[in-house]
């Protein structure tokens, strides 16, 4: 035990103060000084002498009063160094394997701690030499283990992964109240890099520590398993492509093994391929082309089925979320006669690449075919009401009847296919002109509840110059809010020039229904604006009526205002397209996630959001929602919900949940709304806009941890790292124990890693002592000089 002596001082003056007492003591100081240089006899000299020690003196007994000083005595002895055992907790290490093939296999923790305990002489030895022994644990990060967890290292191995890297990191931070490190041992599988280029971090951050580490691999060269080791899928497809979806099959123990890999979505199977597993470790390529035949976000995965004695059966599915878009809007567009109207929607979708358009004229009505030569050669094709609205009619994305006689024209008998397609899902555009709305063609009730306005009564064209009038729900609906940003709204566009007066459906409640532009004067019998454009959402389709046939105008008038650098009517009827096909933009009642992928242990957010029919936030409406796992139960029905609940949307129509603990698996999270006649259900699985939606995520295991097994490549890995460092490689499956002597960096000479036994603290400014001396100082300093006839 050694003793250290110092000053400390427990009072430091303020600025003004240490900056008068410095002056003050260089005065004094100087002063002293050229007295004691004045010539003198030799015995004046050493009264100049001691003149001057008592001025020092006296000098230093006043600032250890200012400065309040402290004489420290500290008991010091060497506190010794710090060795540091990194011992892995990752997945992997709940992994069995053997020494020779056709043992029996052996987790590779339990290995770990049968060598820890062989270790516990060497353990007891490395203490009485003096070094302080600290055992962490690591995966993604590293913590301490002390107590009966650090003599046994008996733990379920379960981290997500093994950042080797970090915890060695973690050991360079410069800890000063703490010994200095001296070596490390890491006790792993080595499976800590899944790549050359994190291979090479965790050589250098060892490196850079300068002390050597040792390795104890625990791993063994044989083990079963097979594994989905790489997906490579795309975030995005597009409905009816082709899509491929590959992935890297790897076996160890199983070469030439038969199997059968499974293309899943959503827990069902849609494709499968045969496949004979190569040699160990090396990836079998599998490839999966499907088309997608529906909009919506999906769960896939590629499987393998588990084989016997497998190490582990966590990396035998690998799933990944997919969303499927379209790619082609097929559109139908049905015009009773051509005008510069019909013209103008023509080439506004023929322009979209994304559009492919199927559009007929009507050139000839029952008058004309009953006299027309069927069987002259410029004879005009008879319109294809059977194809079109009887055997295609499904395979249409939005239909348009622009200015169209379904009497006229023979499609009458067909009005109840078209009110089904809408119920399942289609969207509906119905656009006014002299022969739209003038014989009750579309008077059909099956229609006519379908649609936001009045079809049972005739709406002759009046022709009359006029500015549309923006509803309230119009400057909040995807459809026309452009034009309240407007700097003048409609006031700054052309005007049309005729409209059907047409009048709001009476249970326009019931679906949804909604003006969104109405004239500014014609009002209907209960004094209500005529609706102009309007719209509803009845079932799963969407309808919409326009009243006139003019707004070609908007796209082609002179000085037209552009708006956002778009014409008008590129904007009016491109926002119609979407919402019609339920853009992501448009829905109702919306659900998210926060992500589609999670991490184990990660929480889940949901958040739902609902709207008005005029767009507005809606609060206060009961939502239910419930989880489930996406894969079906064993009947074929739904999984049973995990958790389900209610949720009353707040001011801006939003209500969110927060799931935590998910195990590993793929879910479905539903939300459905109540309308005035109940909910509608969604077959759709991406479910916008539908009264009740849809959203899928996965919940993913440990990372890429297990997607590498085989300890041959760690092995080799721990090796080289306690080779570059001057550290000692061992197995545990050779039965090796850390040894009594391990390599350590040689003790440096200097005050670091002195432990304090014991410490006391002596004040040198207070009490009668510091008084004393203050006053012999300065006395006798003052007693001298008059003796010897000084000033």
Same mark, same amino acid.
């Given at each position: 035990? #050694?003793?250290?002596?110092?000053?400390?001082?427990?009072?430091?003056?303020?600025?003004?103060?240490?900056?008068?007492?410095?002056?003050?003591?260089?005065?004094?100081?100087?002063?002293?000084?050229?007295?004691?240089?004045?010539?003198?006899?030799?015995?004046?000299?050493?009264?100049?002498?001691?003149?001057?020690?008592?001025?020092?003196?006296?000098?230093? @007994?006043?600032?250890?009063?200012?400065? /309040?000083?402290?004489?420290?005595?500290?008991?010091?002895?060497?506190?010794?160094?710090?060795?540091?055992?990194?011992?892995?907790?990752?997945?992997?290490?709940?992994?069995?394997?053997?020494?020779?093939?056709?043992?029996?296999? &052996?987790?590779?923790?339990?290995?770990?701690?049968?060598?820890?305990?062989?270790?516990?002489?060497?353990?007891?030895?490395?203490?009485? *030499?003096?070094?302080?022994?600290?055992?962490?644990?690591?995966?993604?990060?590293?913590?301490?283990?002390?107590?009966?967890?650090?003599?046994?290292?008996?733990?379920?191995?379960?981290?997500?992964?093994?950042?080797?890297?970090?915890?060695?990191?973690?050991?360079?931070?410069?800890?000063? =109240?703490?010994?200095?490190?001296?070596?490390?041992?890491? +006790?792993?599988? %080595?499976?800590?890099?899944?790549?050359?280029?994190?291979?090479?971090?965790?050589?250098?951050?060892?490196?850079?520590?300068?002390?050597?580490?040792?390795?104890?691999?625990?791993?063994?060269?044989?083990?079963?398993?097979?594994?989905?080791?790489?997906?490579?899928?795309?975030?995005?497809?597009?409905?009816?492509?082709?899509?491929?979806?590959? @992935?890297?099959?790897?076996?160890?123990?199983?070469?030439?093994?038969?199997?059968?890999?499974?293309?899943?979505?959503?827990?069902? !199977?849609?494709?499968?391929?045969?496949?004979?597993?190569?040699?160990?470790?090396?990836?079998?390529?599998?490839?999966?082309?499907?088309?997608? $035949?529906?909009?919506?976000?999906?769960?896939?995965?590629?499987?393998?089925? !588990?084989?016997?004695?497998?190490?582990?059966?966590?990396?035998?599915?690998?799933?990944?979320?997919?969303?499927?878009?379209?790619?082609?809007?097929?559109?139908?567009?049905?015009? %009773?006669?051509?005008?510069?109207?019909?013209?103008?929607?023509?080439?506004?979708?023929?322009?979209?690449? #994304?559009?492919?358009?199927?559009?007929?004229?009507?050139?000839?009505?029952?008058?004309?075919?009953?006299?027309?030569?069927?069987?002259?050669?410029?004879?005009?094709?008879?319109?294809?009401? =059977?194809?079109?609205?009887?055997?295609?009619?499904?395979?249409?994305?939005?239909?348009?009847?622009? #200015?169209?006689?379904?009497?006229?024209?023979?499609?009458?008998?067909?009005?109840?296919?078209?009110?089904?397609?809408?119920?399942?899902?289609?969207?509906?555009?119905?656009?006014?002109?002299?022969?739209?709305?003038?014989?009750?063609?579309?008077?059909?009730?099956?229609?006519?509840?379908?649609?936001?306005?009045?079809?049972?009564?005739?709406?002759?064209?009046?022709?009359?110059?006029?500015?549309?009038?923006?509803?309230?729900?119009?400057?909040?609906?995807?459809?026309?809010?452009?034009?309240?940003?407007?700097?003048?709204?409609?006031?700054?566009?052309?005007?049309?020039?005729?409209? #059907?007066?047409?009048?709001?459906?009476?249970?326009?409640?019931?679906?949804?229904?909604?003006?969104?532009?109405?004239?500014? $004067? $014609?009002?209907?019998?209960?004094?209500?604006?005529?609706? +102009?454009?309007?719209?509803?959402?009845?079932?799963?389709?969407?309808?919409?009526?326009?009243?006139?046939?003019?707004?070609?105008?908007?796209?082609?008038?002179?000085?037209?205002?552009?708006?956002?650098?778009?014409?008008?009517? =590129?904007?009016?009827?491109?926002?119609?397209?979407?919402?019609?096909?339920?853009?992501?933009?448009?829905?109702?009642?919306?659900?998210?996630?926060?992500?589609?992928?999670?991490?184990?242990?990660?929480?889940?957010?949901?958040?739902?959001?609902?709207?008005?029919?005029?767009?507005?936030?809606? !609060?206060?409406?009961?939502?239910?929602?419930?989880?489930?796992?996406? @894969?079906?139960?064993?009947?074929?029905?739904?999984?049973?919900?995990?958790?389900?609940?209610?949720?009353?949307?707040?001011?801006?129509?939003?209500?969110?949940?927060?799931? &935590?603990?998910?195990?590993?698996?793929?879910?479905?999270?539903?939300?459905?709304?109540?309308?005035?006649?109940?909910?509608?259900?969604? *077959?759709?699985?991406?479910?916008?806009?539908?009264?009740?939606?849809?959203?899928?995520?996965?919940?993913?295991?440990?990372?890429?941890?297990?997607?590498?097994?085989?300890?041959?490549?760690?092995?080799?890995?721990?090796?080289?790292?306690?080779?570059?460092?001057?550290? /000692?490689?061992?197995?545990?499956?050779?039965? $090796? @124990?850390?040894?009594?002597? +391990?390599?350590?960096?040689?003790?440096?000479?200097?005050?670091?890693?002195?432990?304090?036994?014991?410490?006391? *603290?002596?004040?040198?400014?207070?009490?009668?002592?510091?008084?004393?001396?203050?006053?012999?100082?300065?006395?006798?300093?003052?007693?001298?000089?008059?003796?010897?006839?000084?000033?």
């Amino acid at each position: 035990m #050694n003793e250290r002596w110092s000053l400390a001082a427990g009072h430091v003056p303020e600025s003004i103060v240490l900056v008068l007492l410095a002056v003050a003591v260089l005065m004094a100081v100087g002063e002293g000084l050229a007295a004691f240089r004045r010539p003198r006899a030799p015995v004046a000299r050493r009264v100049a002498a001691g003149l001057l020690a008592l001025r020092l003196a006296a000098l230093g @007994a006043l600032l250890a009063v200012a400065f /309040e000083l402290t004489l420290r005595v500290e008991q010091v002895t060497p506190a010794g160094r710090r060795l540091v055992v990194l011992v892995d907790a990752s997945a992997s290490m709940a992994l069995a394997d053997a020494e020779q093939e056709g043992d029996e296999p &052996q987790s590779r923790q339990a290995r770990l701690e049968a060598a820890w305990q062989r270790s516990a002489d060497a353990r007891v030895g490395w203490r009485d *030499d003096g070094l302080v022994v600290e055992v962490r644990g690591f995966d993604l990060g590293s913590r301490p283990y002390t107590g009966e967890l650090a003599e046994t290292l008996a733990v379920q191995p379960r981290g997500e992964g093994s950042d080797l890297a970090r915890a060695l990191g973690e050991l360079s931070q410069p800890e000063p =109240d703490r010994a200095p490190l001296a070596g490390v041992v890491v +006790i792993s599988d %080595g499976l800590v890099a899944p790549d050359p280029a994190a291979d090479a971090q965790v050589r250098a951050v060892a490196e850079g520590l300068g002390v050597p580490v040792t390795t104890l691999s625990a791993g063994a060269p044989h083990i079963r398993d097979v594994s989905v080791a790489q997906v490579r899928a795309g975030e995005f497809a597009f409905v009816e492509n082709v899509v491929e979806l590959e @992935a890297e099959i790897v076996a160890h123990g199983l070469s030439g093994t038969a199997t059968t890999v499974e293309l899943r979505r959503n827990g069902l !199977p849609v494709a499968s391929q045969s496949l004979r597993l190569g040699a160990d470790g090396v990836p079998s390529e599998v490839r999966f082309e499907v088309a997608p $035949d529906r909009v919506g976000q999906f769960v896939y995965e590629i499987a393998v089925p !588990p084989q016997p004695r497998e190490a582990t059966e966590a990396n035998n599915t690998r799933a990944f979320v997919v969303k499927v878009l379209r790619d082609k809007v097929r559109v139908l567009h049905v015009a %009773g006669r051509p005008d510069w109207d019909v013209r103008a929607l023509r080439t506004l979708l023929r322009r979209d690449p #994304n559009v492919e358009l199927l559009s007929y004229y009507i050139l000839r009505g029952l008058d004309d075919i009953a006299r027309e030569d069927t069987t002259a050669a410029l004879s005009l094709i008879p319109f294809p009401t =059977d194809e079109l609205f009887e055997e295609q009619l499904g395979s249409f994305d939005l239909i348009i009847l622009h #200015n169209f006689d379904s009497v006229l024209h023979q499609v009458e008998q067909y009005l109840d296919n078209i009110a089904q397609y809408v119920e399942d899902g289609g969207a509906l555009v119905l656009i006014g002109g002299d022969l739209a709305f003038g014989d009750l063609g579309y008077a059909l009730p099956e229609l006519a509840a379908l649609l936001p306005v009045d079809t049972r009564t005739r709406a002759p064209l009046e022709h009359e110059p006029f500015r549309p009038s923006l509803t309230e729900a119009g400057r909040r609906h995807p459809i026309t809010a452009w034009l309240a940003t407007a700097d003048e709204g409609w006031a700054q566009l052309p005007a049309l020039d005729d409209h #059907n007066p047409l009048s709001t459906n009476p249970r326009g409640e019931t679906i949804g229904a909604a003006t969104l532009l109405s004239h500014p $004067d $014609d009002t209907d019998p209960r004094g209500r604006g005529r609706p +102009i454009l309007a719209v509803a959402e009845p079932g799963r389709g969407r309808t919409m009526v326009l009243s006139t046939g003019s707004t070609w105008r908007l796209g082609f008038a002179p000085d037209l205002p552009l708006i956002d650098g778009a014409r008008p009517y =590129d904007l009016l009827w491109l926002s119609a397209v979407r919402w019609l096909l339920r853009d992501d933009s448009s829905g109702r009642l919306t659900l998210e996630t926060d992500k589609p992928r999670y991490r184990v242990g990660e929480t889940v957010e949901l958040q739902a959001k609902t709207w008005s029919a005029g767009y507005a936030p809606e !609060p206060g409406i009961a939502v239910s929602w419930s989880l489930r796992p996406l @894969a079906p139960g064993p009947d074929g029905q739904p999984a049973k919900a995990l958790a389900e609940g209610q949720w009353t949307t707040d001011g801006l129509g939003r209500a969110r949940e927060a799931l &935590q603990e998910l195990p590993v698996g793929a879910y479905v999270a539903s939300a459905r709304r109540e309308l005035a006649e109940g909910a509608v259900s969604a *077959d759709d699985a991406d479910g916008l806009g539908e009264h009740e939606v849809r959203r899928v995520f996965i919940v993913e295991p440990p990372g890429r941890e297990l997607a590498e097994v085989d300890a041959d490549p760690g092995i080799t890995r721990l090796a080289a790292l306690a080779e570059a460092t001057g550290g /000692e490689a061992l197995s545990a499956v050779d039965g $090796d @124990a850390l040894p009594r002597r +391990i390599p350590l960096t040689e003790p440096q000479a200097d005050r670091d890693g002195l432990r304090v036994d014991a410490r006391r *603290d002596l004040p040198l400014w207070n009490g009668w002592v510091a008084l004393l001396l203050l006053l012999a100082t300065f006395g006798g300093e003052w007693l001298l000089r008059r003796r010897q006839g000084e000033p």
